[in-house]
C-alpha cells in the first residue's frame, strides 16, 4: 500500500516544486484528503488503511521455543568441546612433522603453542558466549581443560625438540667465569 | 654405510674448515720482513757497471745478495743453524763466491747473479784456518784451504781438488795463515810457540814444499805478507814490527823495526792489528798496509825498498779499509766528527794524499750503536775521479750504505733477525677521543663549566670529523697509486677494531724496535748498551694505553747470565722513550719476576722482583703499593723452577716482602731433567665453563688459573729407554693434579697450555715419528665451587682424558691463538721447519674424539678419531711466505672477537691475522655493498610509484 502513496506522493511533489498550481495548466491529484499537509495525511493514514485488528509489533512465537534451547545448548557444547577435538589432530601433525628442527616443524609447533594460548586470552568473551547455556560452567571448564591440554601437548612437542631450556647446558653461557682466589707467577730462574 | 656417512661429514667438516686467503688479499693483511743477520763478510761486485750486487755472509750462517739501490734481497741462501753450518769465511772473484762452512767441513761456489750453487765438495775432515784465492798469470784459478794438517787446492771452476798435502809437524807447529802472492808459490805460515816461526812454501803446480824457512821468534803476533813477499808482523810486548822477506834464497833473520824508530807513539795497552789488500789475488799485495796502534788510532805505513815508512798517521780514526777500482787503491778512514756523526773520507793508498771532495759525512742515531764495521766500494766516475759508497755496520747490527755526500740509501734493522721476545700494544686514542676521554678523568668544576667543556670538545669531534671527510674526499680524486698512507709516530691512532698495534720487538743485541703491525714500517728504535751478548730479556707490559692520560709503560727486564745481576729498562712502547720513572737498583741477582694484577693509583701493575735470598723487590713500591701487597701478601704466590737441580719449589709472600716456603717437588735430575715449564697466560679469557654433550648434560673443564704444565725429559737417550715426562702441578700448593710418562719418547718438545688442555708435540723414538698428545682435564658434570677458584679448596681431582695423533712432518714452534673473549674456536699455530706456518683447528686435537662415531659423538660434532693428522696446504696462513728458521709465535687479540693477530718471528718477520671461526662479526671482505644498496634503493623507489600508481587507481575507481 505504500507504493501508490509513493508514487502519488512523487506527482504532488513534482507538481509542487514546479513553483505552485498558479503556473500549472492542470493537475491531477489522485490522492484522498487535500494536500495542504502532509502530517494530517500521516495521521489519518493509520486509521485509514490498515484492516481491523492490524498490529505493527510482531507476536511472540511461542511453540518453537524448546527446539531452540536444545540447539543453542548444542552449539555451545561444540564451542567448549572445540578444543578437546583438535587434540588427536595435532596429535597426529605432532608425529608427522618430527622432531627435527626445521621451519615447518617450527611453524607448527608455534601455530600449536598460540591456539590455545589465544583462546586462554579471550576467555571471557567465550564465556559470554556461552552464558545462554544453563550448563555454562561445566563447559566453561571443559573449554579451559581443552585448552590447557592443547598447550600442554604444544610445550610436550617443543620439550621433544629441545626447545624448552630444561637442561643444565642451556644455561652454560650464562655461567661467570669463577673469581681466582690466589696470585701466582714465577717460572724457571732467569 | 655409517663408515661413509663418517667420511662424508668429516669431508664437510673440512671443507668448512678452510680458511685460505684469496688471490687478491695477498698482502692485504699480512706482511713479511726477511733478514739476513749481523755481517761478517761483505763483498761488491763490480767487475761490470751494469750489475751491481753486494754480497754478505753472516753470522745466522746466511750467503745473501743485496741490491745496493734499495737494500732489498736479490737472493738468500740459508744453511743449517748452529756450527754445522757457520761461514767461515767468504771469498769473491768474479761471479763466484766460495764459501767455507762448517769448519772446513763444505767448500761451496755460489753464482752471484742468481745465487744457484755452482758446485760444492766435501773437504777432508780437520779445523779450518784459513782460505785464500790463488792466481797465476794474472788469473785466478785456484782456492787454498788451510786446515790443522793439511792444505789443499781446488780448482775455481769446478772445486775438483788439484792437491793436497800434509803440513809437517802439524802437531807442534800451530799454522796460522796461507798467503800467495801471485807467482808459483804458496806460502803457509805457522808458529811453535815460544819458539820460531815457521813458513813452508808450496808448488802451486803440484803442491812440492819447495823450501822450509824458520824465524826464531819469541812471543807471538799477527803477521801479514805486504809487497812483494815480505812478512809483516806486530809484536806488542817488544812494540816493535819484525819484516822477513820470504821469497829470498837464503835463510834471512827476522828484522826488527821498533815503532819508535817511525815516530809513532803508541797508547797503553797496544793490541796491534794490520790491514793490508790484495786488490788482485794473481798479483802482490800492496805495499802499503795500516797499522791499529790504539782504538781510535791507525798509521799506513809503506815498505819500499825494504823500509817500512808511515805515510799519513790517522787520530782519531775508528775504522778503515782499503778499496780498489781499476788500478787505484784508495784507504777510507772513518773518523768521529762529533758525538752523534762520524765522517769518512779517501786517502790516496800509494802516498797516503787526501782525495779531494770525497768525505762523507754519517749521522749516527743517538738511539744507535757506534761504527763497528767499514766496507767502501770505490769506482771511477766518468772525470776518472774515485767515487764511493759506504757500507756502515753498527753494534746494533743495523747497516746502512751511504753515499756522497752522505746521503743515505738505505738501512736494514738486521738485529731483527734475532727476535728474543715481544708484546703487541695497543696504541693510543686520537687526540680528540682522548680530550673526550679526559673529561672523565678530571674532577667536576661545577655544572657550567663541564657542559661548556663537552660541547667544546664535541666541537673538536665534529671538526675532526669534517676534516676526515675533507680529506677522504680529495684523495678520492687523485689515482689511487699516489694516495699514500704514512704512518708516522705523530700519526699513530688506534684503528676502530684495534686491529693495528705497536709491535714492541726485543732482540738479542740489545736493541728494540716498535713496529707498527699494520705495515711493518720500524717506528722508533733504541739500542741497550751494554747488554752482554747471552743475556736474558723478560718484557712486561706494566701499564697498557687504556690509562690516559698516564702513557703506556713496558718494563724490560735483562739478566746478564754471568754476573746474575739484572737491570730493568722502563720505557713508553709507544714512542720508545725512556720512562722518566726511575727504576729500583737491583744489587742481588734477581731469579723472577711476577707481574701482579694489583695497580697503583697512577694505574701502573706492581711488578715482584724475587732476588736469590728470596726477598721481593716491588716495583712501584709507593706506600699505596706496599699498603695493597700487606693486605694481598697471603693470597701471592709464585714458584721458581732450578732445572739444574731438577727442583720446583713454591713460596708464598710475607707481610715484610720477604717469602717462606710452602712446597718443593724434586725432579731427580740423574732420571730426568725439566725441559720446559708453561702456566696459562694472564689475559686469556675462557667464555665457556664447559662442553655440552651430545645429551645436553654438561662437562665442566678443569679451569685451575694456577696449573703449571712441566716437562721433562729422560737424561738417558737410548731409544729404548728414553721418555718423556708430563706433570701437571698446581702452583700454589705444589700438588700433582697429573703426570703422563710417554716412553720411547724423545724431544725436542714443543707445548701449549691453554684453558682446560695440555698441547705437545714430541719425537717417538719406537716408530721413528712426530707425535701430538693432547691432555683435557674435566671437573665432570657438576661444578665443585662455580664462583670463586681457589687452590687451597679443591677437594676434587679433575678427570684427564688423553689422546696421541700422528703429525707427518717436526715443529719448529707451537702457539694457540688468542681473542678478546674467548668465544672463538681455538686454533694451534704450528711453525713448520719448511717456513710454513700452519693453523691447526684444535677440534682435530681432542681426546674426546670416538673410535667409532655415534649418534651422541655426532650431535657434539666430535670428528671420528684418525691417528694421522693431516697437513693441509690451505691451512698454511702464510701461503709461499716463507718464514725461515721460525722460532716464535706471538698471538695477541684484537677488537673484534674473530680475529686474532699473529706475529712468527725468526730470521724473518711475518705478521698477519687468522679467523678461527672466520669472521662472523664483519661484512666479508667482498660484501657487495653496489648491489645491496641498489636493490634497496630500487624497492624504496619501486614502492614509491607503486604507492602512487595504486593511489591514481583508487581515485579513478572512485569516480567511476
Known amino acids: 500500500n505504500a507504493v501508490p502513496t509513493g508514487g502519488m506522493e512523487e506527482v504532488a511533489v513534482s507538481t509542487r516544486g514546479g513553483g505552485g498550481t498558479r503556473r500549472m495548466k492542470w493537475a491531477l491529484e489522485l490522492s484522498l484528503g487535500n494536500t495542504r499537509s502532509r502530517g494530517d495525511r500521516q495521521s489519518s493514514q493509520g486509521d485509514t488503511l490498515y484492516p481491523i485488528g492490524y498490529s505493527d509489533k510482531p507476536v511472540p512465537d511461542t511453540s518453537v521455543q524448546e527446539a531452540d534451547r536444545n540447539l543453542v545448548e548444542k552449539r555451545c557444547w561444540d564451542v567448549a568441546l572445540g578444543p578437546l577435538k583438535q587434540i588427536p589432530m595435532n596429535l597426529f601433525i605432532m608425529y608427522m612433522s618430527g622432531n627435527t628442527i626445521s621451519i615447518f616443524p ?85 | 654405510m655409517a663408515n661413509l656417512r663418517t667420511c662424508l661429514a668429516f669431508l664437510f667438516l673440512c671443507c668448512s674448515l678452510c680458511d685460505a686467503v ?85 767448500l761451496r761456489s755460489w753464482e752471484s747473479s742468481v745465487g744457484a750453487l755452482n758446485w760444492e765438495m766435501l773437504l777432508d775432515p ?115 814490527l819484525y819484516m822477513l822477506p820470504l821469497s829470498s834464497e837464503e835463510p834471512v833473520g827476522l828484522q826488527q823495526v821498533p815503532l819508535q824508530s817511525l815516530d809513532l807513539d803508541l797508547a ?92 762523507v759525512t754519517i749521522h749516527l742515531d743517538p738511539n744507535g750503536g757506534k761504527p763497528e764495521k767499514l766496507y767502501v766500494h770505490a769506482f771511477l766516475k766518468k772525470d776518472d775521479s774515485v767515487g764511493y759508497r759506504v757500507l756502515v755496520q753498527t753494534e746494533d747490527h743495523t747497516i746502512t750504505f751511504l753515499q756522497q755526500p752522505g746521503r743515505i740509501v738505505w738501512t736494514r734493522e738486521e738485529a731483527l733477525a734475532d727476535v728474543v721476545t715481544m708484546e703487541m700494544v695497543d696504541l693510543p686514542l686520537t687526540g ?60 699513530l691512532a688506534r684503528d676502530e677494531f684495534n686491529l693495528q698495534k705497536m709491535m714492541v720487538m726485543v732482540t738479542a743485541s740489545g736493541k728494540l724496535f716498535g713496529i707498527d703491525s699494520k705495515s711493518g714500517m720500524v717506528l ?84 715482584l722482583l724475587i732476588d736469590d735470598e728470596y726477598k721481593v723487590t716491588a716495583f712501584p713500591s709507593t706506600k699505596n703499593v706496599l699498603q695493597q701487597l700487606q693486605e694481598m701478601a697471603s693470597a701471592i704466590y709464585f714458584f ?103 716412553r720411547k719418547a724423545r724431544g725436542p718438545i714443543h707445548l701449549v697450555h691453554s684453558e682446560n688442555w695440555v698441547v705437545y708435540e714430541y719425537w717417538n723414538a719406537k716408530s721413528r715419528r712426530n707425535e701430538f698428545s693432547v691432555l683435557e682435564l674435566f671437573e665432570g658434570t657438576e661444578l665443585y665451587n662455580s664462583t670463586v677458584f681457589s687452590s687451597l679448596d679443591r677437594p676434587h681431582l679433575p678427570q684427564v682424558l688423553q689422546q696421541s695423533y700422528i703429525f707427518p712432518s717436526s715443529i719448529s714452534t707451537m702457539e694457540a691463538t688468542l681473542t678478546e673473549k674467548g668465544i672463538t674456536s681455538r686454533h694451534l699455530l704450528v711453525g713448520l721447519p719448511s717456513g710454513a706456518i700452519l693453523s691447526l683447528p684444535k677440534m682435530f686435537l681432542d681426546p674426546r674424539r670416538p673410535e667409532m662415531a655415534t649418534e651422541q659423538s655426532r650431535e657434539e660434532n666430535l670428528i671420528p678419531y684418525a691417528p694421522e693428522m693431516p697437513i693441509r696446504t690451505e691451512w698454511f696462513i702464510n701461503y709461499n711466505q716463507s718464514v725461515t728458521r721460525v722460532r716464535g709465535i706471538y698471538t695477541a687479540p684484537s677488537g673484534l672477537e674473530s680475529t686474532c693477530l699473529v706475529v712468527a718471528y725468526g730470521l724473518d718477520i711475518f705478521q698477519t691475522r687468522v679467523y678461527p671461526s672466520k669472521q662472523f662479526d664483519v661484512l666479508k671482505d667482498d660484501y657487495d655493498y653496489v648491489l645491496i644498496s641498489s636493490v634497496l634503493f630500487g624497492l624504496f623507489f619501486a614502492t614509491m610509484i607503486s604507492k602512487r600508481l595504486a593511489q591514481v587507481k583508487l581515485l579513478n575507481r572512485a569516480w567511476r
Open chain 2, 640 to 742: 721458581l723452577v732450578d732445572a739444574s737441580q731438577g727442583k720446583l719449589s713454591g713460596f708464598r709472600l710475607r707481610k715484610d716482602l720477604s717469602t717462606e716456603l710452602i712446597w718443593e717437588v724434586v725432579i731427580p735430575p740423574e732420571v730426568q731433567k725439566i725441559v720446559a715449564v708453561k702456566g696459562k697466560r694472564a689475559n686469556e679469557h675462557v667464555h665457556s665453563q664447559g662442553r655440552v654433550m651430545g645429551d645436553r648434560s654438561v662437562l665442566y673443564k678443569y679451569l685451575n688459573p694456577n696449573l703449571l704444565a712441566v716437562v721433562t725429559e729422560s737424561v738417558d737417550t737410548h731409544q729404548e729407554r728414553s721418555f718423556v715426562g708430563v706433570f701437571l702441578i698446581d702452583g700454589v700448593t705444589g700438588r700433582i693434579i697429573h703426570e703422563a710418562v710417554q
Open chain 2, 524 to 607: 722508533w728504535k733504541h739500542y741497550l748498551r751494554n747488554v752482554q751478548p747471552n743475556a736474558v730479556f723478560k718484557l712486561m707490559v706494566q701499564r697498557t694505553t687504556a690509562h690516559f692520560p698516564h702513557p703506556p709503560q713496558c718494563t724490560l727486564l735483562i739478566k746478564d747470565k754471568e754476573t746474575g745481576l739484572a737491570a730493568l729498562h722502563v720505557f713508553n712502547p709507544i714512542f720508545g722513550k725512556k720512562s722518566h720513572v726511575t727504576p729500583p737498583t737491583l744489587s742481588r741477582p734477581v731469579l723472577q719476576s711476577l707481574l701482579l694484577p694489583l695497580m697503583d693509583q697512577d694505574y701502573s701493575k706492581v711488578l
Open chain 2, 432 to 491: 680528540t677521543q682522548a680530550e673526550l676521554e679526559g673529561e672523565f678523568g678530571k674532577k667536576a668544576d661545577g655544572l657550567a663549566a663541564m657542559v661548556l667543556k663537552r660541547l667544546s670538545s664535541q666541537l673538536i669531534l665534529l671538526q675532526a670529523w669534517i676534516a676526515h671527510l675533507w680529506k677522504l674526499f680529495y684523495d678520492a680524486r687523485k689515482p689511487r697509486s699516489q694516495v699514500k698512507n704514512e704512518v708516522t709516530i705523530e700519526t
Open chain 1, 106 to 190: 617450527i611453524m607448527m609447533v608455534c601455530m600449536m603453542a598460540w591456539r590455545p594460548i589465544q583462546a586462554l586470552m579471550s576467555l571471557s568473551a567465550t564465556f559470554k558466549l556461552l552464558e545462554s547455556s544453563s550448563q555454562q560452567w561445566l563447559q566453561g571448564i571443559v573449554y579451559l581443560i581443552g585448552n590447557l591440554l592443547g598447550s600442554a601437548l604444544a610445550i610436550y612437542k617443543c620439550q621433544s625438540m629441545g626447545l624448552l631450556p630444561t637442561h643444565s647446558s642451556d644455561w652454560l653461557a650464562f655461567i661467570e667465569p669463577p673469581q681466582r682466589m690466589e696470585i701466582m707467577g714465577g717460572g724457571m730462574v732467569l
Open chain 2, 268 to 359: 797503553l795497552g797496544f793490541q796491534p792489528v794490520l790491514l793490508t789488500t790484495q786488490p788482485n789475488p794473481a798479483r802482490p799485495p800492496l805495499a802499503q798496509f795500516f797499522l791499529q796502534l790504539g782504538p781510535d788510532h791507525h798509521v799506513l805505513l809503506q815498505l819500499s825498498d825494504g823500509h817500512l815508512s808511515p805515510l799519513r798517521d790517522f787520530q782519531p780514526a775508528f775504522l778503515v779499509s782499503f778499496a780498489t777500482t781499476g788500478e787505484k787503491t784508495v784507504a777510507a778512514v772513518l773518523s768521529p766528527k762529533n758525538e752523534t756523526a762520524c765522517s769518512v773520507s779517501l786517502y790516496s793508498a800509494d802516498s797516503g794524499r787526501r782525495l779531494l771532495d770525497t768525505t
Open chain 2, 126 to 240: 780437520g779445523s779450518f784456518l784459513a782460505a785464500v784465492l790463488v792466481g797465476t798469470q794474472d788469473s785466478v784459478k785456484f782456492v787454498a784451504v788451510l786446515k790443522k794438517a793439511t792444505v789443499s787446492l781446488h780448482y775455481l771452476s769446478n772445486g775438483h781438488q788439484k792437491w793436497t798435502e800434509t803440513l809437517p809437524d802439524s802437531d807442534t807447529v800451530h799454522y796460522q795463515a796461507v798467503y800467495s802472492s801471485g807467482g808459483s808459490q804458496l806460502f803457509v805460515l805457522g808458529v811453535v810457540p815460544h819458539s820460531h816461526l815457521s813458513i813452508i812454501t808450496f808448488n802451486i803446480e803440484d803442491g812440492e814444499i819447495t823450501k822450509c824457512n824458520s824465524a826464531p821468534m819469541l812471543s807471538l803476533r799477527v803477521c801479514i805478507l805486504v809487497g812483494q813477499g815480505v812478512l809483516i808482523c806486530a809484536d806488542a810486548s817488544t812494540l816493535s
Open chain 2, 22 to 106: 684469496y688471490e687478491d688479499q695477498v698482502g692485504k693483511f699480512d706482511w713479511r720482513q726477511q733478514y739476513v743477520g749481523k755481517v761478517l763478510f761483505a763483498h761488491f761486485e763490480s767487475h761490470s757497471q751494469a750489475s751491481k750486487k753486494l754480497i754478505l755472509a753472516t753470522d745466522k750462517n746466511i750467503v745473501a745478495s743485496l741490491n745496493p739501490r734499495t737494500g732489498d734481497l736479490f737472493w738468500r741462501q740459508v744453511d743449517k743453524a748452529g756450527p754445522e753450518g757457520h761461514i767461515d769465511t767468504l771469498l769473491f772473484h768474479g761471479q763466484d763466491a766460495v764459501v767455507v762452512t762448517g769448519n772446513g767441513r763444505l
